[in-house]
């Protein structure tokens, strides 16, 4: 089975992250099962220096497993590949058994259905945002864009809309 990824694209400082944690506990509740990728732009470094498995990764293994009775984690050093990671490719390593849907932040050029997320304070023009790939358009303010229209501050909304979206998919 292969889980929908569903990616959330906006432009920095429109606020992705601010409403991802508002809608994970939202679907949550509603019994959706959820994954989360995250792209960032940084050298991510999720392991804390001074700890054994920060100091085995930086001696040289090329993947390291962290893990205890509340979770795990795998890092994989990828020093070969100068391009940005494929998203397909990262999903395939979530556990499909566990998952319902893969929402991911970022990725916004990716060829999966997204919700884009607009502020026209930030400065930035809309157009750059909207693909044959976004489904809704979340907003502010009403912006007419050819596609339905969520309000940015009402991430109840924005969730139903995703559960519509969910099961007609499945």
Not at 7 to 34: D, H
Not at 47 to 62: F, Q, V, W
Not at 94 to 107: A, R
């Amino acid at each position: 089975m292969t889980v929908p990824l569903l990616g959330i694209v906006a432009y920095s400082g429109t606020g992705k992250t601010t409403l991802l944690k508002q809608l994970i506990p939202l679907l949550t509740q509603q019994g959706v099962r959820v994954g989360l990728i995250k792209h960032s732009h940084h050298n991510v470094d999720v392991d804390t220096p001074g700890k054994d498995s920060y100091e085995l990764r930086k001696a040289g293994a090329l993947q390291t497993m962290v893990a205890s009775s509340q979770r795990w984690a795998l890092m994989t050093e990828t020093p070969e590949e100068a391009t940005e990671p494929d998203l397909f490719s990262l999903a395939s390593r979530f556990d499909s058994s566990k998952i319902d849907l893969i929402l991911v932040e970022g990725f916004k050029h990716e060829p999966v259905p997204k919700i884009a997320l607009y502020r026209a304070e930030v400065g930035k023009p809309i157009d750059d945002l909207i693909d044959q790939h976004v489904i809704a358009l979340a907003s502010n303010r009403s912006v007419t864009a050819g596609i339905p229209e969520l309000d940015l501050n009402q991430p109840q909304h924005i969730a139903a809309f995703i559960l519509r979206w969910l099961t007609e998919k499945s």
